[in-house]
C-alpha cells in the first residue's frame, strides 16, 4: 500500500502530539507513513525525502517542529506537494514555533495548524484527499456527522441539568 499522507517530526519527543494525527488517518482508512527528520541535524535525509515525495505518490505532507521549526518550511520549498506545519510547544510555549512556520516567504505556503494541532493537520489532510477520493470522502463525511450528533446529544444531556434559575 502506497503512503498519500507523511507524517514528520523533527524529534520523537513529537510523537504524542501525531499520534492523534496517525489515530484519526487511521480511523479514515487513509494511508500513511511516520518518520523523524530534522531540517537541522539531519538536512540532506531530509533535502532526499522532499525531492522525492511526489515520486513516490505522496499527496500530504504534515511536518511538526518546535523551536526554531525549520522543517516544514525547508520541505515545503524543496517539493510541490501540499505541506501542513504544525507547531509544537517546546519552548516559549510553542509560539516561537508557530511564527516559524506560519511567517513564510511569498511563493513557499505551508498551511499551519495550531500548537500542537496535530489532530488539526490530520483533518485537513484528509479533506484535502477527500476532493478527489470518494471512499475517503464518505469516511470523512461521516466523521463530521458524528461531530454534530455529539453537540446535539450534549444539549440534550445538558437540559437534564437542574439549577433554580436555569430557564431551559
Do not use: C, W
Amino acid at each position: 500500500m502506497t503512503p498519500l499522507v507523511s507524517i514528520i517530526m523533527g524529534s520523537t519527543s513529537d510523537l504524542p502530539i501525531l499520534r492523534k494525527a496517525a489515530a484519526f488517518l487511521d480511523e479514515m482508512e487513509v494511508p500513511f507513513e511516520m518518520n523523524a527528520l530534522s531540517a537541522h541535524r539531519t538536512p540532506a535525509e531530509v533535502e532526499k525525502f522532499a525531492l522525492g515525495a511526489q515520486g513516490r505518490g505522496l499527496k500530504v505532507i504534515i511536518a511538526a517542529a518546535g523551536m526554531a521549526a525549520a522543517l516544514p518550511g525547508v520541505i515545503a520549498a524543496l517539493t510541490p506537494v501540499p505541506v501542513i506545519g504544525v507547531p509544537i510547544n517546546s519552548s516559549l510555549s510553542g509560539e516561537d514555533a508557530l511564527l516559524s512556520i506560519v511567517q513564510m516567504p511569498p511563493g513557499i505556503a505551508v498551511a499551519t495548524v495550531g500548537i500542537n494541532g496535530g489532530l488539526n493537520a490530520a483533518i485537513l489532510a484528509t479533506q484535502i484527499l477527500a476532493q478527489s477520493d470518494p471512499a475517503i470522502n464518505e469516511r470523512f463525511m461521516a466523521y463530521r456527522r458524528s461531530l454534530s450528533e455529539k453537540i446535539v446529544k450534549a444539549n440534550e444531556e445538558l437540559k437534564k441539568e437542574n439549577y433554580r434559575f436555569k430557564t431551559n
